[in-house]
C-alpha cells in the first residue's frame, strides 16, 4: 500500500431504521389532512347558520363531515402504494416494513379521524341543546342510537375509515402491481372492504333481527366481522405489495 | 499491488450468479455472472437497453431476478431489512416525492442510517440547488444533482448511480467526479456507476464492466483494458500476418490498405515485426473498444472475448 | 488530462517524471498525496497510487512513513540518464528509417542538421 488510498472503513453496522420512524414520515407526509381538519368545523358552522337563516332544520350538518372523509380516505389510501412504495423502496425500506408501517399509519389516521368527527358530533349535540332545538337528527343508520355514546361513535367511524383506507390502498396496489387491464378486473375484489363495513353499518338492525338477540350483542358482531374484513384485505395488500417490483427513477 | 480494503459491511463484495431477468418475452438480462470486490469503483458500460438498469435494480433490490441470484455482502438483498438501508440506487431523477427538497433530504435522513445532513446540505449549495423549491420547480440538471446527492450523501455501503448525471452539463459533472471521489477516499464503499458515455467517465473506474443484451462481455481492470486493443493499419498482406491469431473486433479495407482491430494481447515482439512490417500499430480508446464489443450482433466476437 | 489511449498509471508515472525533468518537481520536493492528485485530476485513487508505486518502485519517489512521498535526490539525473539512452532509439532510428525510405542520405541529414543548429 503506498499512499492510504483506502482507509480501514470506520462506519459500523447500522441497525434498520425502526419502523416507528418510517410510521412518523409517513404521516408527516399526510399533515395536509390538518387543513381539511380545520375547515370542517368552518363549513359545518357557515351552513348551519345560513340554511337555520332560511328555513327550521334539525338535521346534523356535522354528520356530512363523516362521508366527506371517507373519500378522502380512499383517496389517501390509493396514494400509499403508488406514490410512496417505490420511494420507500429506494431509501432502502423493505415492502414488509412499508407495509407494516403504513398499516400502523393507517390505524392511527383512522383513529384520530374518528375521534375527531365524534368530538364534533358531541359539540353540535351541547350546542343545540343549549339552543333549545334538541339534539340533531342523524340521517344515516349507525351502529350507536345517540351521539352521546362516544365509544359506539370512535369505533363505528374508525371502522369504516379504516376500510376505506385499506380499500383505497388495495385499489392503488392492484393496479400498481398488475397495470390497467388485470388491475381493473380486480376492482370488484378490491371493493370488498369499503362495501362490507358499509353493509354492516347499515344492516346492524337487520342483523339482530336474525339473531334475534338486541344490539347488545350485533353491534360488537358487526364491528368484530368489519374489523376482520379490514384485516382480509390488509392480508391481500401484503400479497400483492410482497414482491412488486419497484421501477428505477428517470429523468421525467 | 495489494490494497487493504474495507470491511465486509463497509464496502461489500457483490456476487452475481447466472443471473436472468425477463419482461414478458424480453429477455433483459441473459445468465450474467460476475463477482466484484468491495470497495472499488466499477464503470457498468452497456448501450442503451443492454441490461445496465435492470442489472442494478435487482441489486439494489428493487425487482426479484426470474432466475439466478445476487449477493451483497454474501447475502440475498430483496426484503432484506439488514441490507437494503445500506444499499442506495439513484437513476436520473432520483426517487423524491413532490415536496420542498429539504423535505426530500429530510426523508431520506429519517431512512438512511448513514445519511450525512451537513454534507447533504454543502452538497445543494455546491449543485446550486434551492431547497426550498419542490422538484418539479428545479431545472433538468438542478434535478439530477439532487439524485447525486441522495447517492452520495446516503453513504450507503453499495452506493449505484444509474446515469444520475445525465442532466447536469459539464462543470456540474465534474464538480460531481471531484465530490464522489473525495467522498470515497473519506469513506470507502463500494459504487457502480453506469454510463454509455465512456471517455468522460473512464478515469473515474478501477474496473469496467461491459455488458451487450444481457450478458456479460467483459470484466477487467480499466488500464488492462486501456491496453487490450490494437489498430493495425498498412499493406494487406502485413496486417493480415500482424493479426494473425488475433481477435478481430473489426476490418475495413481500401485498396491495398487494410485496417484490422484486434483485442488482446499484443506483446512487445508482435508489435515491433508488425511495424518493421511498415503496419502502423494505434492504441484503442476504451470509448472506441466499447463501440467495437457491442456493435451491432457481435455474439460470435462476445463468445471469443469472454473468458 | 489524461486520455484513454494507454493506462492511465502510465500516464501518471510519465507525468510527474516529466515535471521532474523540467524542474516544476526538484529533487527533495514533497509530491501530492495519492488521494490530492486522483481528486484533482479527477481519476481512481486506486490507478493514481499504483502510478505512484511503480515510481517508487524505480526509486524515482519514496517515502517517509507518515510524511508522504518525495522526490529522490537523485531522481532527475536517473531520468536523464534514462532519456538519453532511449533518445536515440526512440527519435533517432526511426528517423533514419524514414529518411531510407525516402532516399536521403546520412550525409544530407548530417548537414542539415549542422546549418539549422543555430536556428533553433
Known amino acids: 500500500m503506498t499512499t492510504g488510498t483506502h482507509r480501514p472503513a470506520t462506519a459500523p453496522p447500522r441497525p434498520p431504521v425502526p419502523v416507528r420512524a418510517v410510521v412518523r414520515t409517513m404521516l408527516r407526509e399526510q399533515r395536509w389532512l390538518a387543513l381539511t381538519a380545520l375547515l370542517l368545523p368552518v363549513a359545518a358552522g357557515a351552513i348551519t347558520l345560513l340554511v337555520r337563516a332560511f328555513a327550521d332544520v334539525d338535521g346534523s350538518v356535522w354528520e356530512p363531515g363523516g362521508t366527506a372523509l371517507r373519500w378522502m380516505m380512499l383517496v389517501v389510501g390509493a396514494t400509499a402504494t403508488p406514490l410512496y412504495l417505490p420511494t420507500y423502496v429506494a431509501h432502502g425500506v423493505t415492502r414488509r416494513r412499508f407495509t407494516v408501517a403504513a398499516t400502523l399509519a393507517a390505524g392511527g389516521l383512522a383513529a384520530a379521524a374518528a375521534a375527531y368527527l365524534a368530538a364534533g358530533l358531541l359539540v353540535e349535540r351541547v350546542l343545540s341543546v343549549a339552543g333549545g332545538a334538541g339534539a340533531p337528527r342523524l340521517a344515516n343508520a349507525h351502529l350507536f342510537d345517540s351521539t352521546g355514546q362516544v365509544h359506539l361513535v370512535v369505533a363505528e367511524y374508525g371502522l369504516a375509515f379504516l376500510a376505506y383506507l385499506v380499500t383505497g390502498w388495495l385499489l392503488g396496489s392492484v393496479y400498481y402491481r398488475y397495470g390497467g387491464w388485470r388491475g381493473t378486473l380486480l376492482v370488484p375484489l378490491a371493493l370488498v372492504p369499503l362495501a362490507a363495513v358499509e353493509v354492516l353499518i347499515n344492516a346492524v338492525d337487520e342483523l339482530a333481527g336474525l339473531l334475534g338477540t338486541g344490539p347488545h350483542l350485533a353491534v360488537p358482531l358487526a364491528a368484530g366481522l368489519g374489523l376482520a374484513v379490514v384485516a382480509a384485505g390488509l392480508l391481500a395488500v401484503r400479497v400483492v405489495v410482497r414482491d412488486a417490483p419497484v421501477r428505477p427513477a428517470t429523468g421525467r | 499491488m495489494t490494497h487493504p480494503r474495507a470491511d465486509r459491511r463497509a464496502a461489500p463484495a457483490v456476487e452475481i450468479d447466472r443471473l436472468t431477468v425477463r419482461y414478458g418475452r424480453t429477455t433483459a438480462l441473459d445468465g450474467l455472472g460476475l463477482h466484484l470486490d468491495g470497495g472499488r469503483i466499477y464503470g457498468l458500460i452497456g448501450r442503451n437497453g443492454s441490461g445496465k438498469t435492470t442489472l442494478l435494480s435487482v441489486l439494489a433490490a428493487f425487482r426479484r431476478p426470474t432466475s439466478g441470484a445476487v449477493r451483497v455482502a454474501g447475502e440475498d438483498p430483496f426484503e432484506n431489512e439488514r441490507l437494503t438501508g445500506d444499499i442506495c440506487l439513484v437513476g436520473e431523477g432520483g426517487h423524491v416525492l413532490s415536496e420542498r427538497i429539504e423535505r426530500v433530504f429530510a426523508l431520506a435522513r429519517d431512512l438512511r442510517p448513514r445519511?450525512?445532513?451537513?454534507?447533504?446540505?454543502?452538497?445543494?449549495?455546491?449543485?446550486?440547488?434551492?431547497?426550498?423549491?419542490?422538484?418539479?420547480?428545479?431545472?433538468?440538471?438542478?434535478?439530477?444533482?439532487?439524485?447525486?446527492?441522495?447517492?452520495?450523501?446516503?453513504?450507503?455501503?453499495l452506493t449505484m448511480f444509474?446515469?444520475?448525471?445525465?442532466?447536469?452539463?459539464?462543470?456540474?459533472?465534474?464538480?460531481?467526479?471531484?465530490?464522489?471521489?473525495?467522498?470515497?477516499?473519506?469513506?470507502?464503499?463500494?459504487?457502480?456507476i453506469s454510463t454509455h458515455l465512456v471517455e468522460e467517465f473512464a478515469g473515474l473506474f478501477e474496473e469496467v464492466i461491459m455488458i451487450h443484451r444481457g450478458r456479460l462481455v467483459v470484466h477487467d481492470g480499466a488500464d488492462a483494458l486501456r491496453a487490450r486493443g490494437a489498430t493495425?493499419?498498412?499493406?494487406?498482406?502485413?496486417?493480415?500476418?500482424a493479426a494473425a491469431g488475433l481477435t478481430t473486433l473489426r476490418e475495413r479495407q481500401l485498396g491495398g490498405i487494410r485496417e484490422v482491430?484486434?483485442?488482446?494481447?499484443?506483446?512487445?515482439?508482435?508489435?515491433?515485426?508488425?511495424?518493421?512490417?511498415?503496419?502502423?500499430?494505434?492504441?484503442?480508446?476504451?470509448?472506441?473498444?466499447?463501440v467495437h464489443l457491442t456493435a451491432g450482433d457481435g455474439d460470435r466476437t462476445l463468445a471469443e472475448v469472454r473468458r | 488530462m489524461f486520455d484513454d489511449r494507454s493506462p492511465i498509471y502510465q500516464q501518471v508515472a510519465e507525468r510527474i517524471k516529466e515535471d521532474i525533468l523540467s524542474g516544476a518537481l526538484r529533487e527533495g520536493d514533497q509530491v501530492m498525496s495519492t488521494n490530492q492528485y486522483a481528486a484533482f485530476y479527477r481519476i481512481n485513487p486506486a490507478t493514481a497510487a499504483k502510478g505512484f508505486h511503480e515510481l517508487v518502485q524505480e526509486g524515482i519517489l519514496h517515502k517517509r512513513r507518515g510524511i508522504g512521498m518525495f522526490v529522490s535526490p537523485d531522481a532527475r539525473e536517473r531520468l536523464l540518464r534514462e532519456r538519453r539512452a532511449r533518445f536515440f532509439a526512440d527519435l533517432v532510428d526511426p528517423m533514419l528509417a524514414q529518411a531510407r525510405l525516402l532516399g536521403i542520405s546520412t550525409a544530407e541529414i548530417i548537414r542539415y542538421i549542422r546549418e539549422n543548429r543555430g536556428n533553433k
Open chain 2, 162 to 192: 444509474d446515469e444520475s448525471y445525465l442532466g447536469m452539463d459539464a462543470p456540474a459533472r465534474y464538480a460531481f467526479y471531484e465530490e464522489l471521489l473525495n467522498d470515497y477516499t473519506a469513506h470507502p464503499r463500494t459504487v457502480i
Open chain 2, 232 to 241: 493495425l493499419t498498412g499493406p494487406a498482406e502485413q496486417v493480415q500476418r
Open chain 2, 115 to 157: 445519511w450525512d445532513d451537513g454534507y447533504a446540505r454543502r452538497l445543494a449549495d455546491r449543485f446550486e440547488v434551492p431547497l426550498h423549491r419542490t422538484p418539479r420547480q428545479l431545472s433538468r440538471g438542478q434535478r439530477s444533482a439532487v439524485a447525486c446527492i441522495l447517492g452520495l450523501a446516503s453513504r450507503a455501503p
Open chain 2, 261 to 290: 482491430t484486434v483485442y488482446g494481447p499484443l506483446d512487445e515482439q508482435r508489435r515491433r515485426a508488425a511495424q518493421a512490417a511498415g503496419v502502423h500499430v494505434e492504441p484503442v480508446p476504451l470509448q472506441d473498444l466499447f
